[in-house]
């Protein structure tokens, strides 16, 4: 990779960049992470006013991301009742920063019982993240264990997305995305 752009260390230019407006990721880019990244980081704030991040499996469905929890035993669920803003991060595992690539969405999170979305989101999480299930028969054997009473999605309205390349910022863009091994998860989907 020796005919690759070398970095440029700006620091004025760092310092004073808007990386949505003036860096944003290849539309192609774009899709790929947001289709198929593995995990995105969740934020909301809890009861006590503390932002709280999880990482999070997630889909997408009709360009909005879904991610599934349990209602009972986990807070984020009834602080996203409370208080529904959240904002979701994606990122690549882009180890040099040529490759890193980002997108933030922000927006209000809708909580769902629906039956026909629940089925919809979680085959699909069993499609993304089970991939060593080779048969529809295992497959089915684990919708049980994903599919459970006391689930619900959490779907993301988004407000605002904003996306950025790193290695744009630095004039040292790669094309492409840069999964590694997570990429080797979910690229056949």
Not at 100 to 108: C, F, H, R, T
Request: glycine residues 4%.
């Amino acid at each position: 990779m020796s005919d690759a752009p070398k970095p440029k260390f700006d620091p004025v230019k760092l310092e004073q960049l808007n990386v949505a407006k003036d860096y944003p990721m290849e539309p192609d880019e774009y899709e790929k992470l947001f289709h198929h990244n593995c995990y995105c980081e969740m934020a909301h704030v809890n009861a006590k006013g503390f932002p709280i991040v999880t990482p999070m499996f997630y889909v997408v469905i009709d360009d909005i991301l879904h991610m599934s929890s349990i209602k009972k035993y986990r807070h984020k669920v009834h602080h996203l009742e409370q208080n529904p803003k959240i904002s979701v991060s994606i990122h690549n595992d882009g180890a040099n920063v040529r490759h890193q690539k980002a997108i933030l969405i922000i927006g209000k999170a809708e909580i769902s019982d629906d039956e026909d979305l629940m089925v919809k989101v979680h085959w699909d999480i069993i499609y993304k993240y089970f991939s060593d299930l080779k048969t529809q028969e295992e497959r089915e054997a684990v919708f049980p264990a994903i599919h459970t009473p006391l689930r619900t999605i959490i779907k993301v309205i988004p407000d605002k997305i904003i996306n950025w390349d790193f290695g744009k910022m630095l004039e040292a863009h790669d094309p492409g995305v840069w999964f590694g091994e997570a990429y080797d998860m979910v690229k056949d989907l």
